[in-house]
């Protein structure tokens, strides 16, 4: 276990709908990071966040954004969905900025119909 | 931009049987190279970090060793439940803290 959750574990949707996914940081971490995988890309990084501050985005569509609040959980929603979004959805964790050993979650599987 | 290849994609190994990944990497200029074995469904695992040519680690029967250019992930006399993929990805000194992920390479080891 690493220490980071993520909720909900499965998510089924039809095309167009939105969905948020919720990610809680290890005790003590200042930083979340999301990263997309599919079984074409591979894990790719969608944006960082670091004591509730944007702190660099990766190839994150505009339909797609997140937040960090105060107790540092974080949420990333994803609208207007549409089949190709259908991935495994990680959130990671680490103490800084600089992403030293970032622990990952179990990740959320997005299903889009 | 970062671009990490790994290498062989699939690796079929008889249990006992030593190999060596290779990540090979290019970044502009490297903070961290990081491996992570990942099993199918669940996220990623934390296993080292490397940030300087010549350096090694080793936990159990693995061993990271980190040149200039690439990385390898040494298995030492592998157990069947070494079987995963095994991920290497690169953070640039950069002002952002972003991995960039290889694709992986799917390793099987068979009892």
């Known amino acids: 276990d690493s220490g980071v959750t993520q909720t909900p574990k499965h998510l089924i949707t039809a095309t167009g709908q939105r969905v948020t996914l919720r990610c809680s940081p290890r005790s003590g971490d200042l930083s979340v990071y999301w990263y997309q995988q599919s079984l074409d890309q591979g894990l790719q990084f969608l944006i960082q966040?670091?004591?509730?501050?944007?702190?660099a985005k990766g190839n994150i569509l505009e339909r797609f954004s997140a937040q960090q609040f105060p107790d540092l959980h974080s949420e990333l929603n994803l609208s207007s969905l549409e089949l190709g979004d259908s991935a495994l959805y990680f959130c990671?964790?680490?103490?800084?900025?600089?992403?030293?050993?970032?622990?990952f979650g179990q990740g959320t599987r997005l299903t889009v119909v | 931009e970062d671009q990490v290849t790994q290498s062989p994609e699939a690796l079929r190994l008889q249990e006992g049987e030593s190999s060596s990944l290779n990540c090979s990497y290019t970044v502009s200029g490297l903070r961290g190279l990081f491996w992570y074995r990942q099993d199918p469904g669940k996220g990623p695992e934390f296993l080292f970090t490397?940030?300087?040519a010549g350096e090694e680690k080793e936990k159990e029967r693995l061993k990271a060793t980190l040149t200039k250019k690439e990385s390898f992930l040494h298995i030492t006399a592998p157990k069947p439940e070494d079987s995963a993929t095994y991920l290497c990805a690169v953070q640039a000194n950069s002002n952002d803290y972003k991995l960039s992920f290889g694709a992986g390479t799917t390793v099987t080891v068979r009892a």
């Open positions: 966040y670091y004591n509730g501050e944007e702190r």
């Open positions: 990671a964790s680490s103490v800084d900025r600089g992403g030293t050993e970032a622990f």
């Open positions: 490397l940030y300087s």
